[in-house]
């Protein structure tokens, strides 16, 4: 739910300025007035009279609207009049406004209204306590003219109440609901706060067009997306996948935004909830949108529970959220909260609820893709509020785009005129016109994306096209449209007589389709001469009668003239029409070919002729990943010849949990003599990797001894014989054609040809990869110079994809000394963890095992068990348990002694609460145990007494037959039992793969 007891209290420390801010005002006005003086216009004009879309007898609040295109719109909200919520709704359509008509009227509250247009009609949404508890209603609205019908059982004409139908009416509360349409594959997804299970989880339904569920009954059906919890949720289509993101509460002075990803199919994508922005402070009301590929996720924060602000992140569509981090939308005194955002065609905008001149007014800002601010008088509000006067603060702004017009129309609630509307509230709309300047970009077309002129490279009297978009959001023409080009090379763009070679500006002509609100392509040919070295710089000059253009085209940009120019092309055959790769898309393990044509109109060949390929995807071109490419055919180089370069790629997964499409970076690098040729094929272009069935695994073994894949044999600090084992495991059972251990033996950040070791196996009679199977290598490293700076990780390959897993992506740092270190037991049910079972209900045993290894064989003097029962990451009293031996007889600590404790555990946290444990070992000299079991990285799930297991992999199995042979090291296949939010970091730049080629 909004934070409305927040905002009220808001609300009252507000007022206390409202007289003498208004005071200060209307001085300022008056002194206007006598001295001559206005304040400045904002960066968009506006409509200066307040439309009244709803003013009944009692409150009208929370509106949202969906925009049809054609100038149509359809606004709804929660209508009081009748003492009970409510949904109404009005019709906009060919300038006209409909009347207010009835859309749910039932018994109980209906609230929070959500509305989207599917190309047909639109759909609304609503939270409807009709049946008693809060659950999630809706209805479809087709529209005639300004007239809606409701199509879904409509309320009755006679009074008796009814409108929509139950979407979702599972036990509990269903609450906040949030709504959006995929056109692409014609369904809706609605996402909401649900409460059938403490604490409130995320919940998602997609419908078809029709309304028919695909994701079960009303009664019981949906989506879990955020298991651990979570309120408030708000949800985004971006062309793929879907991105709901919500509040998660996680102390009394921490509240964070996650999110997660759904695809169309209705699979949970990101096992784990992606943390977009966490730590102190506390976060509120999440909205987010898509420009199409990446998605803007937005809220409002109070720092330390001082007045909010508003503040944005951009997430990838492959859910990573952007490295730059979070940034501020909206950092002003008082409150700045409630804020929404939509995509308009080539621009964010974020509107929000705004507090610093004493009352609640609207403010917003436009936002590129990129996160940058379109709008240059500051940081925060390009734009100036609004004067709402007295809007509800824990309601956010409604907002749509008109892309007839290039108008914004702003939906809001406002406490009527008085004396007789003093004390309700009602319905207002606003629409703005955008005056701001008009913007020019790239056309993207073939050869014109990063530049606005083709060929970039021609010989003198060549005959050069220019292109360029112009776009104005108020869709006014240019009154000005060139180029200027430095034809005489003297460094500015001027006209001068004497020179025999003057600088040209030309007009350009538009061709024919879009308005100017989405963009329109401009278009001239000229002839241009060798001047000074050949490098002449252009710029396109747009100007709509007030304001200049803007945009990375007003720039200057070079073209090369010259007496012997050379370029790259593609090829234009079947595969290879407007890239250089194919297939575009395979799985990993694929031969792609990769082909270019290089022309010369002097004949002259090639001194570099390579493709480059970020087989590693770090970004850069490494100098293993820069192939030489040879000629296909024997053509002249002025008529141009054809290259080709074969390449067998390998699946690189992103993590442990990641295994879809992967895209990879190419290019093409051509010089003649010393200077690099240029054209399309010369910028960064990308083909897509799949996984060829499964990707394989890697984990670690849990053998005594190995920490990390390595245990020290020999008996000295700092060198010595080192063992390394990892298991690896296939579904497929495709055996392993590359098992390597890299260790960086040097210590100098890489990993040579001869740091790449071949590990054997540890039992070659076992030829079943799919349950999991050792391999190990025994080395000495005594001789290394780097001493305990080496680093090492696993690398395997099925052939087709690399192994994932945590031995691969670990970059791990070569123990110096092991001589005191915990490990697993290996036990059953203590392969991977030290507590069995993995979950259970509160009160009720746990086992918990760890093995202590000593190899000077010292005992403990520290035996300790730590179960952090509030999660607050501080020992405490009643935290710690000693640990007992599990066999007395046992005196020998060189090959590992277990100790075990029984523990009934009570949480001081609400349930199902995951609880962190760890285990604490000191010998008789005081030298602390290291080891995963002594770091804390495992949990242990408690569920209320009442509960089920959230999930059957969560839980251990019976423990295994002790008749029953295991492998050595056996593990389980990887699961996701500890379902808990964590941040997902991007592990692309700490790999160092680099040409894992067949």
């Known amino acids: 739910m ?19 801010l208004l005071f200060v005002v209307v001085a300022i006005f008056l002194l206007g007035s006598l001295f001559g003086f206005i304040l400045p216009r904002p960066a968009y004009g506006w ?51 409909g009347s207010p008509f009835p859309i749910c009227t039932a018994q109980g509250d209906q609230r929070y209204p959500q509305v989207v247009w599917n190309g047909s009609n639109y759909f609304v949404v609503w939270e409807d306590t009709r049946g008693g508890n809060a659950d999630i209603y809706g209805s479809r609205v087709s529209v005639t003219g300004t007239t809606g019908t409701v199509l879904d059982n409509p309320p009755s004409s006679s009074g008796g109440g009814g409108g929509g139908v139950p979407l979702c009416s599972a036990s509990g509360d269903q609450l906040q609901p949030s709504l959006v349409w995929n056109s692409q594959d014609r369904q809706y997804l609605i996402v909401w706060q649900d409460h059938r299970i403490e604490p409130a989880k995320i919940y998602g339904l997609r419908l078809t067009e029709g309304m028919q569920s695909l994701d079960g009954p009303a009664s019981s059906g949906g989506l879990l997306i955020a298991r651990s919890g979570g309120t408030n949720p708000s949800v985004a289509w971006n062309g793929a996948n879907y991105l709901v993101v919500w509040e998660y509460q996680t102390s009394a002075s921490s509240c964070d ?52 602000d508003v503040a944005g992140m951009l997430v990838s569509a492959d859910g990573l959220p952007d490295s730059r981090g979070e940034f501020p939308i909206a950092e002003y005194q008082w409150n700045q909260l409630n804020p929404s955002v939509i995509w308009c065609e080539n621009h964010y905008l ?52 008109r892309t007839d017009s290039g108008e914004y129309v702003i939906i809001w609630e406002e406490v009527g005129s008085p004396p007789t509307r003093s004390n309700t509230f009602d319905i207002y709309s606003q629409r703005y016109q955008a005056t701001a300047p008009p913007v020019l970009s790239w056309t993207g077309e073939a050869n014109y994306q990063n530049s606005g002129v083709n060929p970039a490279i021609g010989p003198a009297g060549t005959s050069f096209e220019f292109r360029v978009k112009y776009s104005s959001l108020g869709n006014l023409p240019p009154q000005k449209a060139q180029v200027w080009i430095d034809q005489d090379d003297d460094g500015v763009y001027s006209i001068n007589p004497a020179n025999s070679l003057m600088d040209k500006i030309i007009n350009l002509t538009p061709e024919p389709g879009n308005n100017y609100i989405q963009g329109v392509i401009y278009k001239a040919m000229t002839t241009l001469e060798l001047a000074g070295d050949g490098k002449l710089n252009y710029r396109f000059v747009f100007s709509d009668g007030t304001n200049e253009a803007t945009g990375e085209p007003a720039k200057s940009h070079q073209i090369l003239v010259g007496n012997s120019p050379a370029s790259l092309e593609w090829m234009g055959t079947d595969g290879y029409e407007s890239d250089g790769v194919n297939p575009n898309s395979a799985p990993g393990g694929t031969t792609f070919t990769f082909m270019v044509r290089y022309r010369d109109l002097e004949n002259d ?26 000629a296909v055919n024997t053509q002249s180089f002025s008529a141009g010849r054809g290259y080709q370069k074969s390449i067998s790629c390998l699946y690189l997964p992103d993590s442990t949990t990641s295994a879809g499409a992967i895209n990879i970076k190419y290019r093409f690098n051509f010089t003649s003599g010393h200077t690099p040729i240029g054209g399309e094929p010369s910028s960064d272009h990308f083909f897509s990797l799949t996984p060829y069935r499964s990707v394989p695994v890697l984990s670690w073994v849990s053998e005594a001894g190995f920490v990390q894949g390595v245990r020290l044999k020999g008996s000295e600090a700092g060198g010595g014989s080192y063992e390394f084992q990892v298991c690896y495991q ?50 000495d490293l005594s001789s290394s110079a780097a001493g305990d700076e080496i680093r090492y990780r696993f690398v395997f390959s099925d052939g087709k994809n690399i192994a994932t897993g945590e031995p691969f992506l670990t970059l791990a740092k070569l123990p110096a000394s092991l001589s005191v270190y915990l490990t697993w037991t290996g036990q059953p049910g203590y392969t991977q963890d030290g507590v069995n079972p993995d979950s259970g209900p509160a009160q009720s045993l746990f086992q918990f095992q760890v093995r202590y290894v000593n190899e000077h064989d010292f005992p403990p003097k520290i035996k300790k068990l730590w179960i952090d029962l509030n999660n607050d990451g501080q020992y405490q009293g009643g935290e710690l348990y000693d640990l007992e031996e599990l066999d007395p007889l046992d005196m020998d600590y060189g090959d590992g002694k277990i100790y075990t404790k029984s523990v009934s555990i009570t949480p001081q946290l609400t349930l199902p609460a995951n609880l962190n444990y760890r285990f604490i070992f000191q010998d008789i000299y005081s030298e602390e145990a290291a080891g995963e079991p002594a770091q804390g990285l495992r949990t242990v799930l408690i569920l209320a007494t009442t509960d089920a297991p959230l999930d059957p992999n969560t839980t251990n199995q019976q423990p295994q037959d002790p008749n029953q042979p295991t492998k050595p090291g056996d593990v389980p296949p990887p699961s996701s039992s500890n379902d808990v939010p964590r941040e997902i970091k991007s592990t692309q730049g700490g790999c160092f793969i680099r040409s894992l080629l067949f």
């Open 605 to 630: 060949p090639p001194s570099v002729a390579e493709v480059w390929v970020d087989l590693n995807r770090d970004n850069n071109y490494d100098q293993d990943e820069k192939f030489p490419m040879q």
């Open 350 to 401: 974020v509107a929000w609820k705004d507090t610093r001149n004493g009352k609640v007014d609207i403010y917003f800002v436009r936002l590129s893709s990129a996160g940058s601010f379109l709008d240059s008088q500051t940081k925060f509000s390009a734009i100036n509020a609004c004067i709402v006067g007295s809007s509800l603060l824990d309601s956010p702004v409604a907002i749509a785009r």
């Open 47 to 97: 409509v200066w009279n307040d439309v009244l879309v709803s003013g009944g007898a009692l409150d009208q609040i929370h509106p949202q609207v969906a925009y049809a295109g054609g100038g149509n719109l359809m606004i709804v909200w929660e209508n009081r009049d009748s003492g009970s919520g409510d949904i109404y709704g009005l019709i906009q359509a060919g300038g006209q406004s």
């Open 730 to 779: 296939d579904q497929d059972n495709d055996p392993a054609l590359i098992r390597e251990v890299w260790i960086d033996e040097n210590a100098d950040g890489t990993f040579s040809q001869e740091e790449k070791h071949i590990m054997e196996e540890l039992t070659s009679s076992d030829t079943v990869v799919s349950d999991g199977k050792i391999y190990r290598l025994l080395i």
């Open 257 to 308: 935004i996650y999110g997660g990803r759904v695809s169309s199919s209705g699979q949970v994508i990101d096992d784990a909830p992606l943390l977009i922005s966490g730590g102190e402070g506390l976060r509120y009301n999440p909205a987010v949108a898509s420009d199409g590929r990446d998605f803007l996720v937005i809220w409002d924060i109070h720092p330390q529970n001082e007045y909010s």
């Open 2 to 20: 909004r934070k409305f007891n927040r905002a009220i209290l808001l609300r009252l420390k507000e007022l206390y300025f409202t007289t003498w």
